[in-house]
């Protein structure tokens, strides 16, 4: 079966301080890889997707990057944090065409 | 024009009542459908997919698609006090891999 890994489960950066969050999935080749970021109590907001390797389609402009070194690999970055980057991470997965996503546990992230 | 739109509730049922949610977007080439429970502090979770019109039962949950009227709903028989929480609805058009999300609808179930 499939699984899909997230870390760290939370994290608490000053502004400015550079960020890597990582996700991981197993179970499944060429997966669609996703990052998502809900602010409290708001919905999803969909920062970047990618199809394979070195793919990576952005959705909202800002200072966030993501790669994705490996296959089942996805990595969501930031050189310098804002305030406004605080919230919940989340990577998803899917086999891609109609089928549906699945999410990993997250990553709650406050900037102070 | 938002792609998905929910009610943001709160919508409250007694247990054991029938819950309703329901869902509508905006994309007639839209050709999945899914339905998600997202508990307070954590990841949604999938409980319902439905790819084609009409009603789709597993257990406790009916989803319903009228592709003609572009809405999709969320039936929840028997409703439990562990049914409380948002549900997203969520739509894939055929022509990419992008999920759009509805911002959800906070169930809370009344024992």
């Known amino acids: 079966s499939q699984t899909i890994h997230q870390w760290p489960a939370t994290l608490v950066q000053p502004v400015g301080s550079p960020l890597s969050l990582e996700c991981t999935v197993e179970g499944t080749s060429n997966p669609n890889l996703y990052w998502y970021r809900q602010a409290a109590g708001r919905g999803l907001q969909l920062l970047f997707y990618?199809?394979?390797?070195?793919?990576i389609s952005s959705e909202v402009p800002q200072n966030l990057s993501a790669s994705r070194p490996q296959d089942r690999q996805f990595i969501l970055s930031s050189k310098k944090l804002l305030l406004s980057d605080s919230g919940f991470y989340l990577c998803?997965?899917?086999?891609?065409?109609?089928?549906?996503?699945?999410f990993g546990p997250g990553t709650r992230l406050t900037v102070l | 024009q938002k792609e998905v739109e929910q009610n943001s509730g709160p919508l409250s049922v007694p247990e054991g009542a029938i819950a309703s949610l329901n869902c509508t977007y905006s994309?007639?080439?839209?050709?999945?459908f899914f339905w998600y429970r997202q508990y307070s502090g954590k990841s949604p979770e999938l409980i319902m997919s439905i790819y084609s019109n009409g009603d789709k039962e597993d257990g406790r949950f009916t989803a319903q698609l009228n592709k003609a009227s572009q809405y999709v709903s969320l039936l929840i028989r028997d409703s439990q006090p562990s049914d409380s929480a948002t549900y997203l609805c969520?739509?894939?058009?055929?022509?990419?891999?992008?999920?759009?999300f509805g911002t959800g609808t906070s169930l809370t179930v009344i024992p």
């Open positions: 998803a997965w899917s086999a891609g065409g109609a089928n549906e996503q699945f």
């Open positions: 990618s199809v394979g390797i070195g793919q």
């Open positions: 994309d007639r080439v839209s050709q999945s």
């Open positions: 969520a739509v894939i058009r055929n022509t990419g891999n992008q999920f759009y």
